[in-house]
């Protein structure tokens, strides 16, 4: 599966964006879908993922109350929403997909076989 995301930029602390990653296989519902994000020199890090089919989501602890994950299995598309976004998210953003049992949440990398090419999230203070 392709992934595509988009609709990374630069804000202001406080702000908001929406990230989106599309996938390009009508098969998007047997994927768990997540959220990594990289800043230069330093480990791929987790930030939210969500089951293929339960709905059940899972967040890194300063995602929490801030960011959101939910997916429209009908557009083959995940989206982050994130808010009251501050300086250290400021990282590149990538979507993965990982062929899941039901209702598991993966929240490392090893589980996840397809990625998409990454967006740029910069937060200005």
């Known amino acids: 599966v392709q992934l595509q995301a988009s609709g990374g930029g630069l804000v202001q602390a406080g702000g908001s964006l929406r990230l989106s990653c599309a996938a390009s296989?009508?098969?998007?519902?047997?994927?768990?879908m997540g959220w990594f994000r990289q800043t230069q020199g330093k480990e791929r890090e987790f930030v939210a993922a969500i089951s293929r089919n339960d709905g059940s989501t899972s967040y890194v602890d300063s995602a929490k109350g801030r960011f959101t994950i939910p997916r429209d299995n009908a557009r083959n598309t995940v989206y982050l929403q994130m808010a009251s976004l501050k300086p250290e998210d400021t990282a590149v953003y990538l979507c993965?997909?990982?062929?899941?049992?039901?209702?598991?949440?993966?929240?490392?990398?090893?589980?996840?076989?397809?990625w998409g090419q990454g967006t740029q999230v910069t937060v200005s203070s």
């Open positions: 296989r009508h098969t998007f519902g047997v994927y768990a």
């Open positions: 993965a997909a990982a062929a899941t049992p039901l209702a598991l949440v993966p929240t490392t990398t090893q589980w996840y076989s397809y």
